[in-house]
Structures are given as structure tokens and as C-alpha cells.
């Protein structure tokens, strides 16, 4: 195979790593990831809109039917004052969640090369190959390392360090509920649509995903939503930040950390600006959560032996769903450059990094200019969703909407 023997240590083991592990080996090259959880990685059952990127390995190694772990849906409702229909578009979109993806692509890579609770702390790159140094005194050598670590990537900070994540000013209020847990009403409305709410300084959006149980086998439809709302920076972000311990944090609080206050002040605010069945999803769910929405631009992801990828290298704010399919397709694009090139790695990441560059900035600038009309009250009712990873649309799977199809 072109990269036989190519050895790959990929910093972060979520989906970004994974992929670049999976694409990497299929490459030929001998892949280890380090990940720091202790633990497997689960993604508090947040909703994951998918891109024919995103899925790829999947499509590509049929490991797993895309259908089987996924949900569909074929219109978009614009919610209206009274909770009824204001606009309705045909198109359809399928939806994951990061449980299942994450489970679906270490079933692919298996336990062996996966390693959890081992950070990396540092490298050193030569002509040769690259040094990697861990936060626990092991040392580690390999021909090639990417860097999948995330929005808080320390890497990036190694390889780029003017290149801070800025908050977006609004943050989002997520949660999920299973059938038991929602009005059957509602649970039936999502069976097949996407509802959006827009607001003059917010917005909603709800929709089905699946939850994973035992195995990707007993999958169950649940249903996610998001509450974009705006949060100035400064004593008001820092007090809704402010987990149950007394900690600030900077990009989010999970199920369980948010203090009991601000998740009541968050049901007295949805009983008050939205239609009734949006508030009641709300009010129903036991530990929502929140993700500060960020931006984050590069001017580099690569030097000859070290890549950045996902949202370790760009961070787009995620009105267009493409944040997953984005790190995705770093990694995928990744192996291609090194099998075009024979696995001579500084030419393939010489190859690789112009046309990430330009996907990373683009993605970001389309995010950028989607969120400030969605949470300005200027987004049209009716109009077309910004989901799409190269452009606006290419999100859309119709061929997956079959059943029984992967
Ligand atoms: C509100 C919201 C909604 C979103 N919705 C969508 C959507 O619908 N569709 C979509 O495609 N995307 C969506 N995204 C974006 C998506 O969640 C991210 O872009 C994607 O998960 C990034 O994956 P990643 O692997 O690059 O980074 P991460 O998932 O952040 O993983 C980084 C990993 O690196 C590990 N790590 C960090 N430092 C080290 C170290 N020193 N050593 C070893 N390991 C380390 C971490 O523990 C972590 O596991 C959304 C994001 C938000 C905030």
C-alpha cells in the first residue's frame, strides 16, 4: 500500500481523530491515537446534522448502514407566533449524534491503537519524523502527527499561537428528550421535520435524532433541540458559565453542570418568548446544557511532519451543521495527499494544507455571516437552511432517505 510503515500518531481520539486513524489506516499507515479522557468519549446525546462527509467511512466501508443510525427528516417548518406553520420547505436531511457516531467509528478502529488517558504535552519535529512528548513522561516517535484536540487545541496554540477562539457572543442551550420524556404530540410532529423558531435576538431549532442503546443495533429516536440565545461577554456570561462547583468556564458546561438558577431562569424565559409545544420541550428536560459558540480562524494547519485538523485547526460557529463533516474531511483529504504522493509526507501536507485553508475559511466566514442574521431577527422565514459543508445545500441526502439504504 502507498503509506506502508508510515507511522501516524493522531493527537485526540473524538470524531475528527477517528477519522484521520480510519482514513490513515486504510492508507496503510500504522495509526495509534492518544486520546486524554480516561474514558470513552460521549457526547451527552448531542445532535449531530449530517454531510455526506460526515459519513463517509460508513458509506465508503459499509461497516454500518447510514439509515440504521441515523433519522431523517423531509421538511424544514418555520414555527409562527401561535406554534403553527409560518413556512414550509421541502428537503431532506438526515441526523446523528456524536454517541453514535463515536461508537460506530471505534467499532471501525477497534480497541487496539486507542489509547485513553494519555495526553499529549509536546513535540519536537526534525528532518526525520517528530517526537512526541506525553503529559505522563512517555515518549513516542512517529513520521507524522495530527492533531485533532478540539477547540481549546493546544497544538494550534503550539503552531499558531494569534490564533485565539473568540466568543461569538451567544451561547447554546441544548438538550434531549426521549419519547417518554416529550408531549407525544410533539415526538410525532418530528418524526419527519426539522422545526426552526426565529426570534429577533435568538432562535430554535428541534429536531429527531437517534439514541444509541447497547449497540448500534437498538437504536431508539429521540428528539434534540438548541436555543441560541445571546449572552454579552462579561459578568452575565460569566455567571451563566459558572458550573455548580464555582468554576468559570469558557466553551461549555455539561448535563448536571449547569446551576439550578440559570436552568430555571432559562424555563421562565422559554414559558415567556416561545410557542407553547417549543417551551414544553424545554421544560421537560432534566439537564440542559450549553456550548459558548466560537470562532476561530488560522493562518496555518501544517508544517512538514504536523497537521491540525477539525477544530483543532478552524472553528466554525454551527448554523451550517458542519462542523463534524468539516474535521471529516480534513482527515479524508489528508489520505488521499498521502497516497498521491507515495507517502512522502512533507509533500502530501504541502499538497494537503492550501485546500484545507481555504475550506476552513470559507466554512467559518459562511457561519460567521449565517449566525449574526440568525440572531439579529434578519434570517427570512422560509428561507433555505445554511447547512452545507463546501456550500449551502450539499448537506442535503436524498439518497439516503430510502429506507434500508446506507
Ligand atoms: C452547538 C453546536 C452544534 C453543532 N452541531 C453540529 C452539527 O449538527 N453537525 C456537525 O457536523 N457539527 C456540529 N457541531 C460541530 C462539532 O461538534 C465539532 O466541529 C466536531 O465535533 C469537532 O470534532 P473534533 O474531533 O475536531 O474535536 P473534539 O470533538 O473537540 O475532540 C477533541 C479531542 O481531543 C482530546 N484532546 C484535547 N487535548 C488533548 C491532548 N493534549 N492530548 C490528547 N488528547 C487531547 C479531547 O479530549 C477530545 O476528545 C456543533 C457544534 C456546536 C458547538
Not at 429521540?222 to 451563566?240: E, Q
Not at 474535521?327 to 484545507?356: I, K, M, N, S, Y
Amino acid at each position: 500500500m502507498a503509506c506502508s510503515g508510515l507511522r501516524v500518531i493522531v493527537m485526540g481520539g473524538s470524531l475528527g481523530g477517528l477519522s484521520a486513524a480510519l482514513f490513515l489506516r486504510d492508507a496503510g499507515c500504522d495509526v495509534s491515537v492518544f486520546e486524554r479522557s480516561r474514558t470513552p468519549l460521549a457526547g451527552r446525546g448531542a445532535g449531530i446534522a449530517l454531510n455526506p462527509a460526515t459519513v463517509r467511512y460508513f458509506t465508503l466501508h459499509e461497516t454500518v448502514a447510514v439509515s440504521a443510525i441515523s433519522m431523517p427528516t423531509r421538511r424544514v417548518r418555520y414555527v409562527g407566533d401561535d406554534g403553527g406553520s409560518a413556512a414550509e420547505i421541502e428537503v431532506p436531511y438526515r441526523f446523528g449524534s456524536y454517541d453514535v457516531l463515536y461508537r460506530g467509528l471505534m467499532d471501525a478502529f477497534g480497541p487496539a491503537g486507542y489509547h485513553l488517558g494519555r495526553t499529549v504535552a509536546g513535540f519536537e519535529e526534525d528532518a526525520e519524523g517528530v517526537t512526541v512528548r506525553m503529559a505522563d513522561g512517555g515518549v513516542e516517535r512517529c513520521d507524522l502527527l495530527v492533531c485533532a484536540d478540539g477547540v481549546r487545541s493546544a497544538a494550534r496554540a503550539w503552531l499558531a499561537p494569534d490564533a485565539q477562539p473568540e466568543y461569538a457572543g451567544y451561547v447554546a442551550w441544548r438538550g434531549t428528550l426521549s419519547e417518554r420524556e416529550i408531549d407525544p404530540r410533539t415526538f410525532d410532529l418530528l418524526r419527519d421535520t426539522i422545526a426552526y423558531r426565529l426570534m429577533p435576538d435568538s432562535h430554535m431549532l428541534i429536531y429527531p435524532i437517534p439514541e444509541v442503546g447497547e449497540s448500534l443495533r437498538g437504536i431508539e429516536r429521540c428528539v434534540n433541540w438548541l436555543w441560541y440565545r445571546n449572552v454579552p461577554r462579561g459578568p452575565a456570561f460569566d455567571a451563566l458559565m459558572t458550573d455548580q462547583d464555582g468554576n468559570v468556564r469558557d466553551v461549555s458546561l455539561g448535563p448536571g453542570a449547569v446551576r439550578p438558577e440559570n436552568v430555571a431562569a432559562l424555563k421562565r424565559d422559554a414559558a415567556a418568548q416561545l410557542p407553547q409545544w417549543l417551551s414544553d420541550a424545554i421544560r421537560r428536560t432534566g439537564e440542559p446544557f450549553i456550548q459558548a459558540i466560537m470562532d476561530c480562524d488560522v493562518p496555518r494547519m501544517a508544517t512538514a511532519r504536523v497537521a491540525l485538523i477539525g477544530d483543532g485547526a478552524f472553528v466554525a460557529r454551527p448554523h451550517a451543521a458542519a462542523g463534524t463533516a468539516k474535521a471529516a474531511e480534513d482527515a479524508w483529504q489528508l489520505g488521499l495527499a498521502l497516497r498521491a504522493t507515495g507517502g512522502d509526507v512533507p509533500a502530501a501536507l504541502r499538497e494537503w494544507e492550501p485546500r484545507q485553508l481555504a475550506l476552513g475559511r470559507a466554512l467559518v466566514e459562511r457561519n460567521r455571516r449565517a449566525g449574526s442574521r440568525l440572531q439579529s431577527g434578519a434570517w427570512p422565514v422560509g428561507a433555505p437552511l445554511a447547512f452545507g459543508l463546501y456550500a449551502q445545500g450539499d448537506s442535503v441526502m436524498h439518497w439516503a432517505c430510502q429506507a434500508g439504504t446506507a
